[in-house]
């Protein structure tokens, strides 16, 4: 069952929101990537490390759940 997941980050003014389907976190991950690589972005190398460790911590808790 693919769910759609929701990741944001509100940096001063702007607030960054990723949507996505379940099975889809890679593609998620290299959207980070190129925001972050973007010079016209305020999105940096740090905002994809936390939404990143985010998404990797939500994966880890569902796996425990479905694992018990």
Same mark, same amino acid.
């Not at 001063?12 to 099975?23: A, L």
């Not at 998620?28 to 973007?38: N, P, Q, T």
């Given at each position: 069952?693919?769910?759609?997941? $929701?990741? #944001? ?7 960054? @929101?990723?949507? *996505? !389907?379940? &099975?889809?976190?890679? +593609? ?10 973007? $010079?016209? #972005? ?7 490390? @936390?939404?990143? *460790? !985010?998404? &990797?911590?939500?994966? +880890? ?8």
């Amino acid at each position: 069952m693919n769910l759609v997941r $929701q990741l #944001s980050l509100v940096k001063g003014e702007e607030r960054f @929101v990723f949507r *996505y !389907q379940t &099975g889809h976190e890679p +593609e998620v991950i290299d959207a980070f990537a190129s925001l972050a690589a973007d $010079q016209g #972005s305020s999105f940096d190398w740090f905002d994809a490390a @936390v939404l990143s *460790y !985010q998404m &990797g911590r939500r994966l +880890e808790t569902e796996l425990d759940q479905i694992a018990t």
